[in-house]
Structures are given as structure tokens and as C-alpha cells.
């Protein structure tokens, strides 16, 4: 694995390894280097299984965390590459050319996380929710529970408790 | 060639890429929509086909009639309070949701579980395994006529749940695995009971494997059906029984061998044929590998000792920034977690891959066309298909 990044060293531009444990290892690629060290991992170096791809939104640093999980199979190792999207200007150059199942993940990114990928087949066409109008839900910023106080009908008698605080006043009532 | 096969070769006309050109306005085709309640126990989800007289000529796939964000509800909550929602994940098969939410938090946070819980827990997945096969054959005859079959599955498959019950005190949610090992091991006299459920399987699938399995119907209309080309393998992202029926020996328990599976005797299971028959003989074969790996795993595991490690609060756990993937070899194929955490008391992100997600729309949008629309709920069974995964 330490040689496979030095190589990946030479012609991209990567930081931030993270050797997670004894069969898979992250890293962060430049955006632009991205599709072209994929496809690199893919066509030479045998990374031929696109285990994931999926996005994590750092709201307070201002991008999206996009993380491509390669599987390669004939050394049964993974390599995550995770690549950093401006969260205001959201879009990544597609690899559904390189796996035809990166197309439906991209749609659900578009629909979940509002990040574009352009050219993408059936991008547009809503994957989960049809007819949803909010900001796409699964962004930091989107509040689930003030989204459904305001679209369901609160039903009386039910009371949640925040268990750190109910255990607290059960076991020590005196304070 | 044939009258019929000219015909055929004209229309209609094909797409640069393969794919048909579907013009609805010349009243030659129509759509159907299959699903979402259908004869197959895959779950809701409906698959919008186009149909030129029975043939089918484009399939899309729609999900969203279970989505209930699992992910974002667990970015809410602490990690403990994640587990009632992660085994709703899948449903007929939840211990591998509990599975790699607990051994991602283990590893996370850098803590070691005694060998009785790993035990412990590879008796439950395979357990597990075990039952959700035996649900999916009757989906599988089902959808292709043979009802009876249904039931007699359900029949051995309830006294699996009974064991569960026996261990968890759940029939189809257990939550037994917790962030640092189990919470029991097995009950007095727990190996008797099991051996009894296992002859019993057996002797059923013998019924079923002759009813099925031998049956000419089943046959005629399983073999050749849904063919998956193993050049399909890597492009669609196929894995589980599906890879292993096109003669790629995929198997996360032998490729990167979790908890005790390195200590088990077993053979990855191939086919070659790679058709709906094909995989219905492996998922076959899987149900006899996993009664013999339940055998081996009752022989060697430790029927005392230390099962949970110490673990801090779970109310005020706070697990270190990280990230990673966890994965098992679930009945359908790769099943894993792939969590992120920012060093707070609750999860960044926690990404769910389900092996349906490749299979169910990408590779069945593929294969549906040209088959029967009779033969699409039988197809969809044979590639083994929840949709809750998909939607999460």
C-alpha cells in the first residue's frame, strides 16, 4: 500500500493518508486530479470495484466531502478517495462511464446533497422523493424535526425525553 | 430464420448504445407499472416497464415507498440510540445492520471484544443468514407458481426465530450485539433444541429441493433467465450469490475474513451458468453451508466466559474523529457501513451500502429487457432484492 502511494505521489496531487487499518487506507486527491486517478486505480491498478461513492457535508469548513470507495479484489484492499466539493458551487465531473452503478449514486447525491454532476444519465429524474420542493434533506442545515412540526400534525400525550437527563433525574433525583 | 425473428430484428430500432427507442405516440408499446405490492416478498418497490405486446422493452426502477432517511435520523442521535433504527435497515435480515454499527464504533474508538462475544456473534449472522434464505426460496417459488413452498420455508424458518427468541428475547429485531460485545450468551440446552432445528430444515429442504428444485416448471422457466455475463460483475457492482453464480468466487467471509470465519471449514460456493436457476441452486447450497457452519460454530464456541467488554457510558460516549467501512457477507452480498465521526457523541455520517442498491436498479434495469413480463417478479426474486436499503 505504502508504494502504491508513492506512486499515486508522482503524478497526483494527494494528502492527508490516512491508514486506517491493515486493508484500508484513505487519502484526499485534488478535485481536478479525481476522475483521472480513478481511472487510473481502475484500468491499472486493479482497484475494479466501486464499492461506494457518498458525500459528507463539513458545513462549518464550506465543501462536501465526496468519498469513492475502491475495492481491489485480487488483493482484497480498499482505498478511500475522498475529494473536497464547494458546498456553494456544488458539482463533480461524473464517472458513470467507468461504472455503470456510479450513475444511481450520482443521482441520489443530486437529490440528497444537491451536488451536480453533469451529464450523468437520468440526473435530473427524482430517485426517493418525488415532488420534493425544501433544500435537499440530507444537508446539515436542513432540520428534520422543525421540517416535520411543520408538515405532520403534532399528536397530543407524547413526551420525549433526552436520555442523558432522564437518567440523570432517575438516578439522582436530589439534585 | 424464422417469420417471427425478422420481424423482430426491425423493431424496434436500437439506441447507439444498445437500448431500444421506445416512441409511445406510434401505439405500439405500452407501460405497466409492476409494483409496488407484487407477488414477489422483495419489498415495495415498482418497476415501471414498457412493453411491446408480453416482451418487455425498457424497465426503470422507482423506490421511495420505504424511505424513512435512517441515515440522517442516526446523525441525530447518539450511538446507541442508533441501534432500534439501523436493524430496521433491512428487515428480514437485521443482525448485520448491528453488526457493522457496533464494530465500527469498536474499532473507532480502539476497543478489544472478548473471543466468547466474537463467537457470539458469528453464530448469529450465520443464524441470521440462515433464515433470510429460507424466506427469500419461498419468494422465489412463489413468483413462479409453486406456492406451496412458501409456506414450508416459512414453517423452518419460524423455529430459527424461535432459537433467536431463545438468545435475544426478539423474534425479528434481537439488538444482542452492543458497542463492546453481546448481551448473553446462549441458554441452557441451546445446542439440543438447535441440532433439532437443523435436522428439521434439513428434512424439509430435501421436500423442497425435490418439489423445486425438480420441478419441470421451475425449470423451463428459471434456466436462462436473467443471464449475468461475468464481464457484468465488476462494471454493476454485483456481488453475493449473484457474482457467485457467474463463476466469480466473491465472498467477503473468504476475501477478507471477519470475527471467527478464518477458524470455520467452508468452500466458497460457484456456479457457472450464472442464470435465475443457477442462483437459486447456490442460495441452494448456502442454506446447507450455513446449517454446517451453525454446527461448527456450536462445537468450538465457548459456552462460558467474559462477553462485554468495558466499555465508558454509552450516554456520554464520545468517539474519536475517524472514519471507516465495515463490511460482511450478508445473504445477498456485500453488506457494510461506512461511518465518519467528528469526535462528538454522534455519528457525522453513517452510509449504509447495500448490495441491492447495484442490484435491484442499475443491473435490473439491464436484465428485464427482452423477458417475459411474466418472468420479471421471478427475475427480481433471483437477484434477491430489499428495497429498504436502497431508499435507507
Known amino acids: 500500500m505504502q508504494k502504491l502511494i508513492e506512486r499515486l505521489k508522482e503524478q497526483f496531487k494527494i494528502s492527508e493518508v490516512v491508514f486506517q487499518k491493515e486493508d484500508q487506507t484513505y487519502l484526499t486527491v485534488e478535485k481536478k486530479d479525481a476522475v483521472s486517478m480513478i481511472t487510473y486505480l481502475r484500468d491499472f491498478e486493479g482497484y475494479t470495484h466501486l464499492v461506494l461513492l457518498t458525500a459528507v457535508d463539513w458545513i462549518e469548513d464550506g465543501y462536501f466531502q465526496l468519498t469513492y470507495l475502491l475495492n481491489n479484489y485480487e488483493k482484497k484492499i480498499d482505498l478511500g478517495v475522498r475529494v473536497k466539493v464547494d458546498r456553494e458551487k456544488a458539482e463533480m465531473v461524473s464517472i458513470h462511464h467507468l461504472w455503470k452503478t456510479a450513475a444511481t449514486y450520482q443521482r441520489e447525491l443530486k437529490e440528497m446533497f444537491g451536488i451536480d454532476f453533469p451529464n450523468s444519465p437520468r440526473i435530473n429524474e427524482s430517485f426517493i422523493l418525488e415532488g420534493w420542493d425544501d433544500i435537499p434533506p440530507y444537508r446539515r442545515d436542513f432540520d428534520t424535526k422543525k421540517y416535520s412540526e411543520e408538515t405532520y400534525f403534532p399528536r397530543p400525550g407524547r413526551e420525549t425525553h433526552d436520555p442523558a437527563e432522564y437518567m440523570k433525574k432517575k438516578l439522582y433525583p436530589e439534585n | 430464420m424464422t417469420e417471427v425473428s425478422k420481424y423482430r430484428d426491425k423493431f424496434p430500432q436500437k439506441n447507439p448504445d444498445g437500448t431500444n427507442i421506445i416512441d409511445l405516440e406510434s401505439h405500439k408499446f405500452i407501460k405497466v407499472w409492476h409494483g409496488p405490492n407484487h407477488p414477489g416478498i422483495t419489498g415495495n418497490m415498482s418497476l415501471e416497464l414498457t412493453l411491446q405486446g408480453d416482451e418487455v422493452m425498457e424497465c426503470k426502477t422507482h423506490v421511495g415507498y420505504l424511505h424513512r432517511g435512517f441515515e440522517k435520523l442516526m446523525e441525530r442521535r447518539r450511538f446507541i440510540q442508533c441501534f432500534p433504527i439501523c436493524v ?261 455520517r453513517i452510509n449504509v451500502r447495500g448490495p441491492s442498491y447495484t442490484h435491484a436498479v442499475a443491473l435490473m434495469e439491464k436484465l428485464a429487457i427482452d423477458a417475459n413480463i411474466a418472468d420479471t417478479a421471478g427475475l427480481m426474486v433471483s437477484l434477491h432484492t430489499y428495497p429498504p436499503e436502497i431508499e435507507r
Open chain 2, 88 to 348: 430496521r435497515v433491512t428487515v428480514p435480515e437485521p443482525d448485520f445492520n448491528e453488526y457493522c454499527l457496533s464494530t465500527t464504533i469498536e474499532e473507532l474508538s480502539g476497543i478489544e471484544i472478548p473471543d466468547a462475544a466474537v463467537w457470539m456473534r458469528t453464530l448469529l449472522l450465520e443464524m441470521s443468514r440462515l433464515q433470510s434464505f429460507l424466506m427469500w426460496i419461498g419468494g422465489q417459488a412463489g413468483s413462479f407458481g409453486l406456492g406451496i413452498i412458501g409456506q414450508w420455508g416459512n414453517y423452518v424458518r419460524d423455529l430459527v426465530l424461535d432459537r433467536f427468541e431463545e438468545i435475544t428475547g426478539g423474534r425479528i429485531y434481537h439488538m444482542h450485539m452492543t458497542p463492546g460485545g453481546v448481551r448473553g450468551l446462549t441458554p441452557d440446552g441451546f445446542e439440543k433444541r438447535m441440532e433439532e432445528t437443523l435436522v428439521e430444515i434439513e428434512k424439509v429442504m430435501k421436500d423442497i429441493e425435490t418439489t423445486m428444485f425438480n420441478n419441470a416448471i421451475f425449470k423451463k422457466r428459471s434456466v436462462g433467465l436473467g443471464y449475468i455475463d461475468p464481464s457484468m460483475v465488476f462494471e454493476y457492482g454485483v456481488t453475493g450469490p449473484n457474482a457467485r453464480a457467474a463463476g466469480i468466487p466473491k465472498d467477503v467471509r473468504k476475501d477478507n475474513p471477519y470475527l471467527k470465519y478464518d477458524e470455520l471449514d467452508f468452500d466458497v460456493i460457484v456456479g457457472k451458468d450464472s442464470d435465475a436457476f443457477t442462483r437459486a441452486d447456490i442460495r441452494r447450497k448456502e442454506i446447507h453451508l450455513s446449517i454446517d457452519l451453525i454446527r461448527q460454530i456450536m462445537n468450538k464456541m465457548p459456552k462460558s466466559g467474559d462477553y462485554m467488554a468495558k466499555v465508558p457510558n454509552v450516554l456520554h460516549w464520545k468517539i474519536p474523529k475517524g472514519e471507516t467501512y465495515v463490511r460482511g457477507e450478508c445473504t445477498r452480498g456485500e453488506f457494510g457501513y461506512y461511518t465518519v465521526t467528528d469526535g462528538s457523541g454522534y455519528p457525522r
